[in-house]
């Protein structure tokens, strides 16, 4: 008992771990439901993408759209590799569940978590169009900077690693959304109907970021695996949005 409280207090007061062989069971628990939870979502974003790939109105579009998907499969292998270091079977893993499957698009799942995998809420939800595309990936973009700033000064420094390594290239897909966006918002119809998608998209998009005032917050602050409040992150990501949004007349 007093290791696990002596492992407590060095990760509270900003300590890290470096291998599977040091982590005490609750930290594993708290660990690998982080990890799954990206690793899910990346494998979401990416199925859901796919489809955006044919939407795209010419080569350069199709091309960025091609990307997004490819890496962020890349970003699941990456993390699902840590995994593997625990025991996951990663090939079992990657096939248990339909990584394209979407609920109805009027649906409200708010924070909550839906079906079996550990995808964000707004992975469940369909994308219906290429400005609907853009427009997903300009939030959720911008959504992932913020969260992955935080989730790189995570206390399992392998994980920190990796987190960090894909940092810049999910900023350069939300950069691509908003050359996409910026496009789009040319014209008076296409400044229509994304502003339609953005506000279909954009309290979606704020639910990734959880409830505030969270108890589950406390207990991985206290594991190192967060930093920041949820209520923090959200008002970061909304001042950037309106920052972002505001010279294409869309926010």
Request: no cysteine.
């Amino acid at each position: 008992m007093s290791d696990v409280i002596a492992i407590d207090d060095y990760l509270a007061q900003g300590g890290v771990l470096s291998s599977p062989d040091n982590v005490p069971p609750r930290y594993r628990g708290e660990l690998l439901r982080l990890m799954s939870s990206f690793v899910d979502s990346q494998l979401a974003g990416s199925a859901g993408f796919a489809a955006s790939i044919n939407f795209a109105p010419g080569i350069k579009a199709r091309i960025a759209a091609s990307r997004i998907t490819l890496e962020k499969a890349d970003h699941a292998e990456r993390v699902l590799g840590l995994m593997a270091a625990f025991g996951t079977d990663t090939g079992r893993y990657e096939a248990q569940h339909d990584w394209a499957a979407r609920i109805d698009r009027d649906a409200d799942l708010g924070t909550a978590r839906h079906g079996a995998d550990m995808r964000l809420s707004v992975f469940h939800y369909p994308i219906t169009g290429w400005t609907d595309a853009v427009a997903m990936n300009v939030l959720m973009g911008l959504a992932s900077g913020v969260q992955l700033s935080e989730l790189s000064r995570v206390s399992y420094a392998p994980l920190a690693e990796v987190f960090r390594e894909i940092a810049p290239r999910e900023a350069r897909h939300a950069e691509l959304g908003l050359e996409g966006l910026e496009h789009i918002a040319a014209t008076e119809v296409g400044r229509v109907g994304a502003r339609a998608s953005l506000a279909y998209w954009r309290p979606r998009v704020a639910a990734t970021f959880g409830v505030a005032g969270s108890a589950r917050y406390d207990t991985l602050r206290r594991l190192g695996l967060r930093h920041t409040p949820n209520e923090v992150l959200l008002a970061e990501w909304e001042r950037i949005v309106s920052d972002r949004l505001a010279p294409l007349g869309l926010d």
